[in-house]
T-cell receptor, first 111, second 114 residues
Framework: GESVGLHLPTLSVQEGDNSIINCAYSNSASDYFIWYKQESGKGPQFIIDIRSNMDKRQGQRVTVLLNKTVKHLSLQIAATQPGDSAVYFCAEINQGGKLIFGQGTELSVKP | GAGVSQSPRYKVAKRGQDVALRCDPISGHVSLFWYQQALGQGPEFLTYFQNEAQLDKSGLPSDRFFAERPEGSVSTLKIQRTQKEDSAVYLC????????????FGSGTRLTVV
């Protein structure tokens, strides 16, 4: 029979509210982190990145926060819109240069 | 082209059949990566090319999986004697610089083995 995928963590927000998506990464030696957005039937799309020597970086409506002490990454989306509905993945590049994805979070925006 | 192009978009294979998945990276991109994404999960690394050289194939799940990039541009991922557990979306990404930054992903090939 067909296999059933794992249930992704979900976040449901009202249109116009701010969203915060969290991620724990595994390798303390990773020096570069990226957030990707993946819509149904599409490949991951780059949103924002941050180097390990920074703790915050802002883009258009998005902010990434990095806490190296607890190996935690978060993505904040301001004024969330229906078009933001997607699965969001954090990813780290390890010392070997390999891009490793974390578990995704499915964001659902209610109009 | 403007982005990473993958073909076919969908592939249904009978168990035991061989399949070939194609990736056209962004022109001039040195690095090319293949990832496997099972339903509901994040992409998992399969293999990496820098130009025509396959520098890392540590993620290939078995010797039934083979990837090539003979001229340093188009790449093909081949799966021999497909099994049901091979059903997944196969994503290709390319990058201008060697293994750092700016990965652009294609839309993937959804492989279903029946």
């Amino acid at each position: 029979g067909e296999s059933v995928g794992l249930h992704l963590p979900t976040l449901s927000v009202q249109e116009g509210d701010n969203s915060i998506i969290n991620c724990a990464y595994s390798n303390s030696a990773s020096d570069y982190f990226i957030w990707y957005k993946q819509e149904s039937g599409k490949g991951p799309q780059f949103i924002i990145d941050i180097r390990s020597n920074m703790d915050k970086r802002q883009g258009q409506r998005v902010t990434v926060l990095l806490n190296k002490t607890v190996k935690h990454l978060s993505l904040q989306i301001a004024a969330t819109q229906p078009g933001d509905s997607a699965v969001y993945f954090c990813a780290e590049i390890n010392q070997g240069g390999k891009l490793i994805f974390g578990q995704g979070t499915e964001l659902s925006v209610k109009p | 082209g403007a982005g990473v192009s993958q073909s076919p978009r969908y592939k249904v294979a009978k168990r035991g059949q061989d399949v070939a998945l194609r990736c056209d990276p962004i022109s001039g991109h040195v690095s090319l990566f293949w990832y496997q994404q099972a339903l509901g999960q994040g992409p998992e690394f399969l293999t990496y090319f820098q130009n025509e050289a396959q520098l890392d194939k540590s993620g290939l799940p078995s010797d039934r999986f083979f990837a090539e990039r003979p001229e340093g541009s188009v790449s093909t991922l081949k799966i021999q004697r497909t099994q049901k557990e091979d059903s997944a979306v196969y994503l290709c990404a390319s990058s201008q610089m060697a293994r750092r930054y700016g990965y652009t992903f294609g839309s993937g090939t959804r492989l279903t083995v029946v």
